[in-house]
T-cell receptor
Framework: NAGVTQTPKFQVLKTGQSMTLQCAQD?????MSWYRQDPGMGLRLIHY???????DQGEVPNGYNVSRSTTEDFPLRLLSAAPSQTSVYFC????????????FGPGTRLTVL | LAKTTQPISMDSYEGQEVNITCSHN???????ITWYQQFPSQGPRFIIQ???TKVTNEVASLFIPADRKSSTLSLPRVSLSDTAVYYC????????????FGAGTRLFVKA
């Protein structure tokens, strides 16, 4: 199993550009989520999904969109990039239980100029 | 969701046992306590999870008192490679989920 994969590893955008961060998992997990991590800080939940076709907002959803058309994929879209979105983005997946364990991808380092 | 409080940083020496305590005063009946480890430039990695009393696996032990308002992660005989940030989380284990990562505890193991 590849686990959770994320592409790209690095990305530089200009203010106002849009892009999609890709996330895929091959563990048949129902739950997937996106986090951002700013320097020296913990992870903050952006959006999450409890199954295909079902998404919900996390702690910091503004400026981001998600969709979940398949169990495997959970892309994160930046609609109009802003410098405040410069961060490292992590995708995670987990099964529905009984032990709730999240498996994280390697992250995407995004810089918005 | 219950917020957690843990020390910002800790230092230790190789071979010592390290105990990191986390407080979660508002933990709910259905919540579990989970610990993750994160190395620089990597995503967090699950270490251990528990509900009450003591849980042990090949990496660590987790001690949870009866009132569940705190928990202690115990790392036996740490090595330099255990230098990382350790996060204590309270996780809902029913239905949907949301998790809150605090700033974590930065453990630095010295030779």
């Amino acid at each position: 199993n590849a686990g959770v994969t994320q592409t790209p590893k690095f990305q530089v955008l200009k203010t106002g550009q849009s892009m999609t961060l890709q996330c895929a998992q091959d563990m048949n997990h129902e739950y997937m989520s996106w986090y951002r991590q700013d320097p020296g800080m913990g992870l903050r939940l952006i959006h999450y999904s409890v199954g295909a076709g079902i998404t919900d907002q996390g702690e910091v959803p503004n400026g981001y969109n998600v969709s979940r058309s398949t169990t495997e994929d959970f892309p994160l879209r930046l609609l109009s990039a802003a410098p405040s979105q410069t961060s490292v983005y992590f995708c995670a997946s987990s099964s529905s239980g009984p032990v709730f364990t999240q498996y994280f991808g390697p992250g995407t380092r995004l810089t918005v100029l | 969701l219950a917020k957690t409080t843990q020390p910002i940083s800790m230092d230790s020496y190789e071979g010592q046992e390290v105990n990191i305590t986390c407080s979660h005063n508002n933990i709910a009946t259905n919540d579990y306590i989970t610990w993750y480890q994160q190395f620089p430039s990597q995503g967090p990695r699950f270490i251990i999870q528990g509900y009450k009393t003591k849980v042990t696996n090949e990496v660590a032990s987790l001690f949870i008192p009866a009132d569940r308002k705190s928990s202690t992660l115990s790392l036996p005989r740490v090595s330099l490679s255990d230098t990382a940030v350790y996060y204590c989380l309270v996780v809902q284990n029913t239905g949907g989920f949301k998790t809150i990562f605090g700033a974590g505890t930065r453990l630095f193991v010295k030779a």
